[in-house]
Nanobody, 115 residues
Framework: QVQLVESGGGLVQAGGSLRLSCAAS????????MDWYRQAPGKEREWVAT???????NYADSVKGRFTISRDNAKNTLYLQMNSLKPEDTALYYC?????????WGQGTQVTVSS
């Protein structure tokens, strides 16, 4: 089992920055891909960014150039640096991990961007 706990969310003005963290615990060996997803009120959960164990990254077009995903494998921690935030980035942000064929989710951290 893998436990994921997100932190770092909050209220920020448009144009501001936040850094989200996701601490993984439990059986963290062999975690391959880790991702960030988000879900805005009344909308479906959407994928934001992915990073592989080797550091390969990919981003949704809506955040490309503004968000940066990274991970510290020694600390079992995933990060999401969010810059130039927009009101449409307001959502509950979830950490997601794949270990072998099992997916794990965190409980989410709220990000609210005011205009």
């Amino acid at each position: 089992q893998v436990q994921l706990v997100e932190s770092g969310g909050g209220l920020v003005q448009a144009g501001g920055s936040l850094r989200l963290s996701c601490a993984a615990s439990g059986d963290t060996t062999r975690i391959s891909f880790m991702d960030w997803y988000r879900q805005a009120p009344g909308k479906e959960r959407e994928w934001v960014a992915t990073i592989s164990n080797g550091g390969y990254t990919n981003y949704a077009d809506s955040v490309k150039g503004r968000f940066t995903i990274s991970r510290d494998n020694a600390k079992n921690t995933l990060y999401l640096q969010m810059n130039s935030l927009k009101p449409e980035d307001t959502a509950l942000y979830y950490c997601h991990a794949l270990r072998y064929a099992t997916y794990y989710w965190g409980q989410g951290t709220q990000v609210t961007v005011s205009s």
